[in-house]
């Protein structure tokens, strides 16, 4: 079945770095999503992309859409505590209805 | 414009016992899917309803069940519970149909339960 790869399982970085994740997939996608959670929280949306090629900014997170539609990137610029959390992908698939996770990417900043 | 809401946020079952947990989603949206997410599986599918019609069903066993009423509010239920049952549900809401291009997402708070 259809599966996101989401890399890196988890990343140890110092304050005031830049951060980047990403999600592949052998499948096609119409609609790339990224979260973030907090601990004992639900996901909170973070940047919808619709289009092969978008780019898209909120703040410091900036996330961007494969050309091929089959993987997206989300960057964090100059990493704060608060940015500290689990960042998920989710893929969108016309084709049959269907939303599908990444298994996420487990941020710590260390002190 | 109120979030997804979900209730109770927290509980606690004895196995064999059923649960019902219940969402009500942003207003306006019409499409409800629930997710369970443990440590080890991540977040998992169970089933979505658009219109109070079930759309898509993830492999989750029969005990896992859920409906829509005709006021988009949703509610699932998990009868027979087993200690792997144990689990944050979590319930989303979008504005349109599943699968179709512009969709969003957006999740509630989920439901913590636990199995002893």
């Known amino acids: 079945g259809q599966q996101l790869n989401q890399s890196p399982q988890s990343m140890f970085i110092q304050e005031g770095e830049d951060v980047s994740m990403n999600c592949t997939s052998s499948s096609i996608f119409n609609t790339w999503l990224w979260y973030k959670q907090d601990p004992g929280e639900g996901p909170v949306l973070l940047i919808a992309?619709?289009?092969?090629?978008e780019l898209t900014s909120n703040g410091r997170l900036t996330a961007q859409f494969g050309i091929t539609r089959k993987d997206s990137f989300l960057n964090i610029s100059a990493s704060i505590p608060s940015d500290v959390g689990i960042y998920f992908c989710?893929?969108?698939?016309?084709?049959?209805?269907?939303?599908?996770f990444g298994k996420g990417t487990r941020l710590h900043i260390l002190p | 414009k109120a979030g997804v809401t979900q209730t109770p946020r927290y509980l606690i079952k004895t196995r064999g016992q059923q649960v019902t947990l219940s969402c009500s989603p942003i207003?306006?949206?019409?499409?409800v899917s629930w997710y369970q997410q443990t440590p080890g599986q991540g977040l998992q599918f169970l089933f979505e309803?658009?219109?109070?019609?079930?759309?898509n069903k993830g492999n989750f066993p029969g005990r896992f069940s859920g409906r829509q009423f005709s006021n988009s509010r949703s509610e699932m239920n998990v009868s027979t519970l087993e200690l792997g049952d144990s689990a944050l549900y979590l319930c989303?809401?979008?504005?349109?149909?599943?699968?179709?291009?512009?969709?969003?997402?957006?999740f509630g708070e989920g439901s913590w339960l636990t199995v002893v």
């Open positions: 207003s306006g949206h019409r499409s």
């Open positions: 992309l619709y289009k092969a090629g």
């Open positions: 989303a809401s979008s504005p349109t149909p599943p699968g179709s291009s512009g969709n969003t997402i957006y």
């Open positions: 989710a893929g969108l698939m016309n084709r049959d209805d269907k939303i599908i």
């Open positions: 309803y658009f219109s109070e019609t079930q759309r």
